[in-house]
């Protein structure tokens, strides 16, 4: 059994700052991908920021510049630093990591900017 659990997500005003924590737990053995996906209302979930194993990283063009993902493997704990914040980037953030054979997600963080 794996579990995941979101954390940092609220309110800020523009320009502002957020960092996302996702940690995991249960029998992993290993984690292939950390990841960091979002949703606003009306819209498809959409990849923001991933980070393999390996160290190579991976970001959707929107957030280039102002978000950085990084990992603590020893905790299994992936981040979201998220800076300069947009309106545009409201949404509910969900965490995701891939292991062998299969994948878990969070149950998602509320993220609101406000203008």
């Known amino acids: 059994q794996v579990q995941l659990v979101e954390s940092g997500g609220g309110l800020v005003q523009a320009g502002g700052s957020l960092r996302l924590s996702c940690a995991a737990s249960?029998?992993?053995?290993?984690?292939?991908?950390m990841g960091w996906y979002r949703q606003a209302p009306g819209k498809q979930r959409e990849l923001v920021a991933s980070?393999?194993?390996?160290?190579?990283?991976n970001y959707a063009d929107s957030v280039k510049g102002r978000f950085t993902i990084s990992r603590d493997n020893a905790k299994n704990t992936v981040y979201l630093q998220m800076n300069s914040l947009k309106p545009e980037d409201t949404a509910v953030y969900y965490c995701?990591?891939?292991?062998?054979?299969?994948?878990?997600w969070g149950q998602g963080t509320q993220v609101t900017v406000s203008s």
């Open positions: 995701r990591i891939i292991i062998p054979k299969r994948d878990y």
């Open positions: 249960g029998s992993i053995s290993s984690i292939n991908v």
């Open positions: 980070n393999a194993s390996g160290g190579s990283t």
